[in-house]
T-cell receptor
């Protein structure tokens, strides 16, 4: 089984709908991240969490919220989806707060907002 | 704000060639620089991580160098293979909190 899983893998929704993207990890990592990827813009950080009680805004948090339900689960919500939130969304994890480690990515969720 | 640039955006080479991918960043005060590979329909896979105090890292046919003072990194791929075809992304960690600033990537095609 994959270490970092994302559900759903693909989602098409309409403007104004509430959407939740879910991420689960089996790596036992403390840190979790949400990114979006747009053509020509690379990946940009939306939110990150260093542990269950720690949530931080990233570069582009407006229009998004997150929930860290457990060490292994980190969800991203779009309260009222808009077309410019159409993108590829990635969840990632990395090691404990005392170590420097690379990030491990999920396979991505392709979201289309009509 | 840190800006990371990768040139070229796309590159095609015949199998067996050695090649270099370039990454530049505007703020040299970095903690580390990382190279990732992205395959279509899949997430990113870490290739190499270079700490700010290091000059290079090697893994198999891959060698990444870092010149922090000039804001540049290169990824050297030796004896390229069709399986190396992917998008290669570099990312900079400025604080050690692993909050990465990504470049837009170089899409590599290795022609058999």
């Amino acid at each position: 089984d994959a270490d970092v899983t994302q559900t759903p893998r693909n989602r098409i929704t309409k403007t104004g709908k509430r959407i939740m993207l879910e991420c689960s990890q089996t790596k036992g990592h403390d840190r979790m991240y949400w990114y979006r990827q747009d053509p020509g813009l690379g990946l940009r950080l939306i939110y990150y969490s260093f542990d269950v009680k720690d949530i931080n805004k990233g570069e582009i948090s407006d229009g998004y919220s997150v929930s860290r339900q457990a060490q292994a689960k980190f969800s991203l919500s779009l309260e009222s989806a808009i077309p410019n939130q159409t993108a590829l969304y990635f969840c990632a994890t990395s090691g404990t707060v005392t170590s420097t480690d690379t990030q491990y990515f999920g396979p991505g969720t392709r979201l289309t907002v009509l | 704000k840190q800006e990371v640039t990768q040139i070229p955006a796309a590159l095609s080479v015949p199998e067996g060639e050695n090649l270099v991918l370039n990454c530049s960043f505007t703020d040299s005060a970095i903690y580390n620089l990382q190279w990732f590979r992205q395959d279509p329909g899949k997430g990113l896979t870490s290739l190499l991580l270079i700490q700010s105090s290091q000059r290079e890292q090697t893994s198999g046919r891959l060698n990444a160098s870092l010149d922090k003072s000039s804001g540049r990194s290169t990824l050297y791929i030796a004896a390229s293979q069709p399986g190396d075809s992917a998008t290669y992304l570099c990312a900079v960690d400025q604080t050690g909190a692993n909050n990465l600033f990504f470049g837009t990537g170089t899409r590599l095609t290795v022609i058999p």
